[in-house]
């Protein structure tokens, strides 16, 4: 008794032969959710009965041949099996009933009679489809394991060739760095007891001089992707170590040390760079000055989404499309790229931190790449920074900052009751966390009169600006002050003294 049974959902798993009413396993990959090479409604082949590989079935007949118009479960295939068993058995007197009989009236009972295990086996069907739909829809992770039959070993490969393999090597360290210890096992946790091993200053070295690069634009040990002989020295060395001790000895705790380093006196001395200072320490190498650098992209992003208010702080969650030109991955993407085309997300999307942005290595997000974003096709530990006039094109212009100057300025026009000096001191604290002096203040409101003299002459111009962006204007607000405003906002987020740390 032979059932062949298929879900319609073109995958490995919605294919099923059952013998006698038991499933038995067929061929294929292995993987259920492997897709069918061709769609059965398009499929040509024509269907033999009793056929494999051009080999008939002979000797025999088939006693019975249904077709059914939906899927057949396990519970199906074991009722279809026992149907004449059962049909048979109803016939009979209990007295009569052979052990078989009774194993087919309990099947039929419990599929179509019992309301108990009628409901149970309903809810397994919907949780099994349900669990299918949850693995159909994620990701396939390979994993990798050890393997417990054979030490791990690798070859040394005369010029890299896979094919030229000399002398045989086993896990261990550099012997120019400290060795592992001999209670440790040569598996990725002995390697992760070495990292943290007080005879190993490497690791809290290089982290700490990381947190300094971060925070101090340079660090301790300017090339923080080298710490060997073709490295720079560290400007301070004992800083270096003592930085390191602390960090190790406070339990690896990173915002401890974090903060040490931003309520030090050398985080928090002023920026500000004297002739003698210039002459004597150009580069701030010995900290004669507080950090002054230009902020990272991501940082300028988010700076500018954080101060509008349009940031969304959710945590976690699928990559998102913020704004990007158009055509920017079509001319690098091949015809069946399933990346092919770039469509921005709507809502939330648009306005989540930069580090949630989806990023297409061939043709990484241009606001980012402008300015110095690594493409990520490599790691990249110190990033360059240069300064060109595109990065001004992308903070005057870009959709995402346009928007974010509107949304500013919508924010100070309702928040200070029809002032002006309200307004521009709104948007000062909000950008610059001081507020303006005289000569700035009498800066900006000649700016922003010249502004709302141009769009009062001209309002389709002021509606146009305040289009930009997927977040609506505020429709109580009176289009040219907005739009003077909002160019305000633009030209104070494109100040040094907001993108430079």
């Known amino acids: 008794h032979v059932i062949f049974t298929y879900d319609g959902n073109r995958s490995e798993r919605g294919l099923r032969i059952y013998i ?15 897709p069918l090479e061709t769609p059965i409604r398009t499929t040509t082949a024509p269907l033999y009965l009793g056929n494999r590989d051009k080999e008939f079935f002979e000797g025999g007949a088939i006693a019975d041949f249904r077709v059914l118009n939906r899927r057949t479960d396990e519970q199906d295939a074991r009722l279809l099996f026992a149907a004449d068993t059962i049909e048979a058995a109803a016939r009979k007197e209990i007295p009569d009933l052979s052990e078989s009989d009774r194993q087919a009236l309990l099947t039929y009972y419990a599929a179509n009679v019992d309301p108990a295990i009628k409901d149970a086996v309903a809810q397994l069907h919907q949780v099994d489809a349900e669990r299918y739909e949850i693995v159909r829809r994620s990701a396939i992770t390979f994993v990798q394991q050890e393997r417990t039959d054979t030490k791990p070993m690798a070859h040394v490969l005369y010029r890299g060739l896979y094919d030229q393999m000399r002398e045989e090597v086993h896990p261990n360290t550099p012997a120019v760095l400290p060795p592992m210890p001999q209670s440790a096992p040569r598996n990725r946790l002995g ?3 070495w990292l943290v091993n007080p ?13 300094w690069q971060h925070i101090f634009g340079t660090g301790l040990v300017k090339t923080a992707e080298d710490f ?17 001790v602390e960090f190790r000895e406070s339990g690896w705790d990173v915002k401890k040390t974090i903060r040490l380093m931003v309520t030090s006196a050398t985080y928090r001395q002023s920026a500000a760079a004297t002739p003698e200072k210039i002459e004597h320490d150009r580069d701030n190498r010995l900290l004669s000055r507080g950090p002054r650098f230009r902020m990272d992209a991501e940082m300028i992003r988010d700076y500018a989404l954080a101060v509008s208010g349009l940031l969304v702080p959710k945590i976690g969650g699928p990559s998102v499309k913020p704004y990007q030109p158009p055509k920017v991955w079509e001319t690098v993407a091949m015809d069946v790229s399933n990346t092919r085309f770039y469509k921005a997300d709507t809502g939330d999307g648009l306005y989540r931190r930069s580090l949630y942005t989806f990023w297409k290595r061939s043709a990484p997000p241009p606001s980012m790449d402008i300015f110095d974003a690594p493409s990520r096709e ?11 006039p595109l990065q001004a094109l992308v ?14 300025a919508q924010n100070a026009l309702l928040a200070s009751h029809g002032s002006v000096n309200r307004e521009m001191s709104y948007m000062a604290s909000r950008l610059l966390a001081h507020n303006f002096d005289d000569k700035e203040r009498a800066v900006v409101l000649r700016s922003y009169r010249d502004y709302l003299a141009y769009y009062q002459s001209d309002p389709s111009d002021a509606t146009k600006l305040l289009s930009v962006g997927e977040s609506k204007p505020v429709a ?3 289009a040219p002050k907005v739009a003077a405003m909002t160019m305000v906002a633009n030209e104070l987020m494109n100040l040094d003294e907001v993108l430079v740390k």
């Open 228 to 244: 060997g002989s073709q490295g720079e020295p560290p400007s301070h060395p004992e800083l270096l170590d003592w930085l390191a």
């Open 199 to 211: 005879a190993n200053p490497l690791t809290a070295r290089v982290t700490v001089n990381r947190f």
């Open 191 to 193: 390697l992760a007891e």
């Open 378 to 388: 490599e790691c990249v530990v110190r990033r360059e920074r240069t300064d060109t």
């Open 476 to 478: 109580t607000l009176p």
């Open 395 to 408: 903070t005057m212009d870009d959709p995402q900052f346009v928007e974010a100057a509107r949304v500013l």
């Open 20 to 34: 006698n009413g038991n499933v038995v396993p067929s061929y294929g990959t292995g993987d259920d959710l492997a």
